[in-house]
């Protein structure tokens, strides 16, 4: 499909006739919802696409980590945001203006449509890639500066700066899937009124798993600050209300050995 591309060009009819031909697996029809949404494609070529991404069996075959979904998710809102462009591509405001004279600018209920697909897609990858989880299991989400750094792995031809705070935030909504019973916390230096170095992630079932990372990444930093602190007061809790778990899955790439031996 690249050569293709590259040969008759980023534009609708050259996606078209990909799709018709299938020539385009799911790796590339993910990565590609920005130049295929902008190009105009037709109606049937964006309900094939749409019922592609969130079928059971392809979402199987591709297996693709959870975060390739994260990425989609966050182009199709950039688009939504009205920022047609890659970060990973510098344009002048000049350059930028030529281009989108050939853009098609999608509706809302079209990306409504898509974003659903692909929260869909996200659901069944972790149902079909992993086995349930049977146990009681607490998830801690460090939230301290350094998770905001972006995952240069996961940063693909999407164009999105995933971080690992994203990364983790989007496994413990997964997690609530998989397991019989999980809570969720974010720890850190309290912030504001929140006097404790934890915080519990509220989980509304009722909206998309991909759209609740973002909105909880930016409730959680009413409650807990960007410096790190350990989660003893979590543990002396649990502790004091005999409460117990099975696993505690701890979600960092910052732990001090003083803090493991302690």
Same mark, same amino acid.
């Given at each position: ?56 069996? =392809? ?5 693709? %980590?959870? *975060?390739? %979904? ?45 974003? #659903? ?30 998770? =905001? ?56 079932? #009722? ?23 350990? *989660? ?18 701890? *979600? ?11």
């Amino acid at each position: 499909w690249e050569t293709k591309v590259a040969k008759k060009g980023n534009k609708a009819s050259t996606w078209e006739d990909l799709i018709a031909k299938k020539q385009l697996g799911y790796m590339a029809m993910l990565r590609n919802l920005r130049n295929i949404l902008l190009s105009g494609v037709s109606a049937e070529t964006h309900d094939y696409i749409i019922d592609s991404l969130c079928d059971d069996e =392809k979402v199987a075959k591709s297996r693709q %980590f959870p *975060f390739r %979904f994260l990425s989609a998710y966050q182009v199709l809102q950039e688009i939504e945001n009205k920022n047609y462009f890659s970060e990973r591509k510098t344009l002048t405001d000049e350059a930028k203006a030529e281009k989108m004279k050939k853009f098609t600018i999608p509706a809302p209920k079209l990306l409504n449509r898509y974003k #659903t697909s692909v929260d869909d897609a996200v659901k069944l990858s972790i149902r079909n890639n992993c086995r349930p989880i049977r146990a009681k299991v607490a998830i801690m989400m460090d939230t301290y500066s350094g998770m =905001k750094k972006p995952v240069s792995s996961a940063r693909g031809a999407l164009g999105t700066k995933i971080t690992a705070l994203d990364i983790g935030f989007l496994m413990g909504f997964l997690f609530q899937n998989l397991c019989v019973e999980c809570n969720f916390y974010a720890f850190g230096k309290p912030n504001g009124d929140h006097k404790k170095t934890h915080y519990k992630v509220p989980i509304d079932g #009722t909206k998309p798993i991909l759209e609740s990372v973002e909105s909880s990444i930016k409730d959680c930093r009413d409650h807990i600050s960007e410096n790190y602190v350990f *989660f003893y007061e979590w543990l002396k809790d649990l502790i004091r209300s005999k409460e117990k778990y099975d696993m505690v899955l701890v *979600f960092t790439d910052y732990l001090p050995e003083k803090d493991i031996a302690e």
